[in-house]
């Protein structure tokens, strides 16, 4: 994590979030700053959706910090989390995998079973109700 984020978090958060209040079960001290790790990222997520709508540091804080300083950790929080976030998908690929729509699924069952004859009865509403495979031969 960058220093400034550290700098923002030990000023503004550690007070309520650190390793003896944990309010909220939330420990900023010891989270992890390397967010290739799914828990650290998405628990910084949740700190900068929080920072952002305005919840944290409440509103009640008199150690609240400047808006141009909730600015810049905003800015570059969410240039750590976007950076991780593509490194990630680079890494593990967008979706590992996807489930065929309808239209796909028919076309391709046929395709994967070609020794087969597929029998599809249709239903009262004009979809394929189920899908029966029958050997040819």
Not at 110 to 119: E, I, M, Y
């Amino acid at each position: 994590m960058p220093p400034q984020v550290r700098a923002f978090v030990h000023a503004h958060c550690l007070r309520c979030h650190g390793t003896a209040t944990k309010e909220g079960g939330l420990d900023l001290q010891t989270l992890a700053g390397d967010l290739a790790i799914p828990a650290a990222f998405e628990t910084w997520v949740k700190v900068h959706d929080k920072v952002h709508s305005g919840a944290m540091p409440p509103k009640d804080d008199d150690e609240r910090p400047t808006p141009a300083a909730t600015e810049a950790l905003l800015k570059t929080l969410n240039a750590e989390l976007t950076r991780a976030d593509l490194a990630r998908r680079a890494g593990d690929g967008r979706a590992t995998f996807r489930r065929l729509n309808r239209t796909e699924y028919e076309n391709t069952l046929p395709r994967l079973a070609r020794s087969t004859r597929v029998a599809r009865p249709r239903n009262a509403a004009g979809r394929w109700s189920r899908l029966r495979l029958r050997q040819v031969g």
